[in-house]
């Protein structure tokens, strides 16, 4: 059974960096096709696609936001961290994380957790 | 502003069906024949309910179906019911330097 589990912190203050884990089970990342990504939805609002990492340790991020964003893979522990510097009120948000496969579809999904941005 | 466009909102009777389009452009939606379509229920977090355009995952109603036509992707929903109400978004891969990108939802409500 393929599970994912975001943890990090409820609350972080603006300009704070925020560090967020996923971890995984049921696959590895280190197969041929399998990726690990991120997604936020600030209440209310749209799904918003962050960053991705694959199987070969390739990284994308959103354009408009990758200049603050690190994506990267512990491979031996399962995990996927992303870290978004500079937090803002505006990136208050549920984040998910999601495994992407090469048909191009997000199948699995954890469960989110949500973060507040406020001093 | 999402990178593809598509209805806020649809609304069917129970037994009807239904279509949510997803217009994107020749650069995601019209190249690839990677659309996926994602069913959200309040609280919830997403689920898979269509990949490659049209193909369902193992456990998916065949009431849902998807299309594509030039840039417009489209999920149908036949024989509604009032589990269907809830958001629908949908998904393109966009080449590899966008790589992906999201619609702005549709709420789907079944009167």
């Known amino acids: 059974q393929v599970t994912l589990r975001e943890s990090g912190p409820a609350l972080v203050k603006p300009t704070q960096t925020l560090t967020l884990t996923c971890t995984f089970s049921?696959?590895?990342?280190?197969?041929?096709?399998?990726?690990v990504s991120w997604i936020r939805q600030p209440p209310g609002k749209a799904l918003e696609w962050l960053a991705l990492i694959d199987w070969d340790d390739d990284k994308y991020y959103s354009t408009s936001l990758k200049t603050r964003l690190t994506i990267s893979k512990d491979t031996s522990k399962n995990q996927v961290v992303l870290t978004m510097t500079n937090m803002d009120p505006v990136d208050t948000a549920t984040y998910y994380c999601?495994?992407?496969?090469?048909?191009?579809?997000?199948?699995?999904w954890g469960q989110g957790t949500m973060v507040t941005v406020s001093s | 502003q999402s990178a593809l466009t598509q209805p806020a909102s649809v609304s069917g009777s129970p037994g009807q069906s239904i279509t949510i389009s997803c217009t994107g452009t020749?650069?995601?939606?019209?190249?690839?024949?990677?659309v996926s379509w994602y069913q959200q229920h309040p609280g919830k977090a997403p689920k898979l309910m269509i990949y490659?355009?049209?193909k369902r995952p193992s456990g998916v109603s065949n009431r849902f179906s998807g299309s594509k036509s030039g840039n417009t992707a489209s999920l149908t929903i036949s024989g509604l019911q009032a589990e269907d109400e809830a958001d629908y978004y949908c998904c393109s891969y966009a080449g590899s330097s966008t790589y992906v990108v999201f619609g702005g939802g549709t709420k789907l409500t079944v009167l």
């Open positions: 049921g696959f590895s990342l280190s197969t041929s096709g399998m990726c």
């Open positions: 999601a495994r992407y496969y090469s048909g191009g579809a997000f199948d699995i």
């Open positions: 020749s650069s995601d939606v019209g190249s690839y024949n990677l």
């Open positions: 490659e355009g049209s």
